[in-house]
């Protein structure tokens, strides 16, 4: 990967519908210069304000991962968040006139070509690169993650597992290259278990699931569609442990760092992704503090 800054060339703009609200939702993504890092500017709401997608705006993981400052709120931003990891943008303003980031195809592969299709512009400053010390275990009763540091690169693996129900255990690991990420990770679709899509009825969520943005698990380990129950077809045979990686990718870019370290995870979700991308902020900042 670059050692430098990286921003988009050119404006690009991608309208789609939220998963979860079902509004239709406009995107607009800018060039910013080096240092301003990565903005949601909500373009709805008088002032236009502001909100950093940086770990300490984290406002809610359930299912979906929101920021918030100053009351003022961005939901379901992991898959581009991941997308922005995957070619390595640190700097990008992302106007949205919504509360929600549109789904896309459930995946990160829209808004990579939308922004790899910009072309990608290096910056003078270099970037905030961290590598990781010290070994960072969180865990939430079967689910964990451990940090461990390693100096090549970042190095993700992920143990898919529902106690023997839905699926065959999956797992798979990946060094994060851009090229990496492109063709193995960015086309893996969202999923949720049959189970879920009742609890979304009861609380009025995924109105803007359709049959091409996400995937249902279903209890004898079939993958269909959500809304016609008929078989899906997978990008990749195990895309859901994929997924996950997605999820951790976009999650882990909080951080707003390029970390080397090597991540293990099992059956971790944006909760404990988060609370992992705090800690390591948090160790960034403690030798920062001490270097200065
Ligand atoms: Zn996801």
Excluded: W
């Amino acid at each position: 990967m670059d050692t430098h800054q990286r921003t988009i060339s050119r404006i690009v703009e991608y309208s789609g519908i939220g998963l979860f609200t079902g509004e239709e939702v406009k995107l607009r993504f800018k060039p910013s210069p080096a240092g301003t890092g990565i903005i949601f500017v909500r373009t709805d709401i008088e002032g236009h304000p502001r909100v950093p997608a940086n770990i300490e705006m984290l406002y809610d993981t359930r299912r979906l991962v929101t920021l918030e400052k100053n009351g003022v709120g961005v939901k379901s931003v992991e898959h581009v968040m991941a997308a922005l990891a995957g070619i390595g943008i640190d700097n990008i303003e992302i106007e949205v006139n919504s509360s929600e980031v549109p789904a896309g195809d459930g995946s990160s592969l829209l808004f990579l070509q939308l922004l790899k299709g910009t072309g990608i512009k290096t910056l003078a400053e270099p970037k905030n690169t961290f590598y990781l010390q010290e070994e960072i275990r969180v865990s939430n009763g079967d689910a964990s993650m451990v940090a461990l540091p390693y100096d090549k690169g970042l190095s993700l693996s992920y143990i898919l597992d529902f106690n023997g129900s839905f699926l065959n255990r999956q797992c798979f690991e990946i060094e994060m290259t851009e090229n990496n990420f492109r063709a193995q990770i960015a086309p893996a679709r969202t999923f949720g278990l049959y189970t879920v899509i009742e609890e979304y009825k009861k609380l009025g969520l995924g109105k803007g699931v359709t049959d091409d943005n996400s995937l249902i698990l279903q209890e004898d380990g079939t993958v269909t569609k959500p809304l016609s129950m008929t078989p899906a077809e997978l990008r990749f045979p195990n895309e859901c442990v994929r997924h996950k990686i997605l999820d951790m990718i976009g999650d882990l870019y909080l951080t707003n760092l390029t970390l080397h370290a090597r991540i293990v995870a099992t059956k971790s979700g944006h909760y404990l992704n988060t609370r992992l991308a705090e800690k390591i902020f948090e160790c960034f900042k403690n030798k920062t503090h001490k270097q200065a």
